[in-house]
């Protein structure tokens, strides 16, 4: 049997991304661009108001990072020539229709070239404001659905997930929409779109008539969306948002080629364009940070958990495969792109290679001194975890409090700082404690198939890898991922 080509697939292709200057919108193109030059030209829709606007976010936000070195060096002098040929910044945005792109010229072009369609356009905050996180996660899915319907050579839409909108399941999570059927029931009795649209409006006029602050509306649209997320079973307003993006795309796809692809927690790379590039703090690099720094002496986690994580160039390499795959079938298919069925990896290994890499190579203080760690106290549940700081944090504030108003509030400053820190804490360890304490296994047969299909049907099988079994957990992340998070990120701020 004659095997097909990845890279000839690309070969003269069209391309939308959005959300390109995330991680993973990123990476993607990065990659595309190097292994594929004889790509057609690659739109990316930018957040601004012009044209200016978005060719010097391009610029600055993603063609002069560090990723793309490579692609730079291979260049030489015809690098930003290639550029120009290749990449088009589009003025845009996902929360409003026809994607915010106001010139209809350059609409039109787009309606008629476009071939692939890349969203990744998303806020992962899981404490993000209700209406923002609505308007991107779920309606931006909607209007990036109505744009594809009206680009008359589309192949495939491929939309990025997250594999965490399972909620809080445990065991063997299934690689479908199964975790969404009873949210799904619920909402099909009314327009949720609607509804939800309806609830937002009323709670943002609400506090405008009362004359509140901008503070105090970020307060409270972020305190509504954990409110509706747990009203339908979800622990935030990330995973809940993203829940009911896939929904609508599933419920309006009509005849559309469809990927969801849901990856688990995304971290540096593994090896392109070069291991251990990374953008930002994911979910673990704030902990590693913390710690290293002498600033994080406890963790509510269960050591025996498995945490599931993927480099990013094994999720774009996943995301490519699957648009060729799919391209061209009036389907839809989930992918779990993840670890933790395959090659898993529990917390109190990752801890011991953490500690492991600080006491050899300690952080740097500001005076210059090195920091010690230690090993820190483990806490397995959330009712422990708050009796230690009921004792360690709580009633020395109480102290602080009663000292404060017997000395006529002379430690105000003091108390309210110490108590806004703490409650931040406390918030944060809400947020993250469905993923510290999380119990489940993402099934991920449809990857392993596409997997199989990309070794037995295409010749670059190599080029694509993303099988986590080849990833020696120890290896990358005491070489690859915390050097390039020290590098990339830490040694930056």
């Known amino acids: ?113 476009i071939e692939i369609i890349l969203n990744s356009a998303g806020t992962t905050n899981f404490d993000e404001r209700y209406d923002i996180a609505l308007s991107v996660n779920t309606f931006g899915v909607q209007h990036v659905l109505s744009f594809a319907k009206k680009c008359l050579k589309l192949e495939i839409l491929l939309h990025v997930s997250t594999a965490y909108i399972c909620g809080e399941r445990e065991g063997l999570i299934p690689e479908d929409s199964s975790c969404m059927e009873e949210m799904e029931k619920e909402i099909t009795k009314f327009d949720f779109k609607v509804q939800e649209k ?28 954990i409110e509706r997320a747990k009203l339908y079973g979800w622990p935030n307003t990330y995973v809940f948002t993203k829940a009911m993006g896939e929904i609508l795309l599933r419920h309006s796809k009509d005849n559309l080629s469809v990927v969801i692809i849901r990856p688990t927690v995304v971290t540096s790379t593994y090896k392109e364009p070069f291991p251990g590039w990374v953008q930002g703090f994911r979910t673990i690099d704030s902990v590693i940070a913390g710690y290293c720094k002498g600033k994080l002496t406890c963790l509510l986690v269960d050591p025996m958990s498995v945490f599931d994580m993927v480099p990013v160039d094994m999720v774009v390499n996943s995301i490519t495969v699957a648009m060729v795959a799919n391209a061209n079938k009036s389907s839809s298919i989930i992918y779990h792109v993840g670890s933790s069925l395959r090659n898993p990896i529990n917390f109190l290994n990752i801890h011991s290679f953490i500690f492991r890499y600080f006491t050899k190579n300690p952080w740097i203080d500001k005076d210059g001194k090195p920091v010690k760690v230690g090993k820190g106290k483990i806490f397995k549940t959330m009712a422990t975890f708050r009796m230690y700081m009921q004792i360690r944090f709580m009633l020395p504030l109480k102290g602080l409090k009663f000292v404060n108003k017997a000395f006529g509030e002379y430690f105000q400053d003091l108390y309210v700082n110490y108590n806004q820190k703490l409650k931040l804490v406390m918030r944060l360890v809400e947020l993250y404690e469905p993923y510290m304490l999380f119990k489940g296994i993402f099934d991920d047969n449809n990857a392993e198939d596409l997997r199989r299909i990309t070794r037995e049907s295409f010749m670059e099988s190599e080029t694509f890898n993303f099988d986590p079994k080849c990833i020696d957990w120890e290896d990358y992340i005491m070489h690859t991922h915390i050097p390039g998070l020290q590098k990339h990120v830490m040694l930056k701020r």
Not at 198 to 225: D, H, P, R, S
């Open 198 to 225: 309806n609830l937002v409006e009323e709670k943002l006029n609400e506090l405008k008539a009362q004359n509140v602050t901008e503070e105090v509306i970020t307060t409270t649209m972020k305190n509504f969306g």
């Open 1 to 113: 049997m004659e095997l097909k080509s990845i890279l000839g697939y690309l070969q003269n292709k069209t391309i939308l991304v959005t959300g390109a200057t995330g991680f993973l919108g990123m990476v993607f193109v990065e990659k595309i661009l190097r292994v594929q030059p004889d790509v057609k030209k690659i739109y990316l829709l930018l957040r601004v108001s012009d044209t200016k606007s978005a060719t010097d976010r391009m610029h600055n936000q993603i063609i002069r990072k560090e990723l793309f070195k490579v692609l730079r060096e291979k260049w030489g002098a015809e690098f930003d020539s290639f550029i120009a040929k290749k990449v088009v910044a589009v003025p845009g945005d996902v929360t409003f229709d026809d994607l915010g792109v106001k010139e209809f010229k350059l609409r039109e072009e787009m309606c008629t070239d």
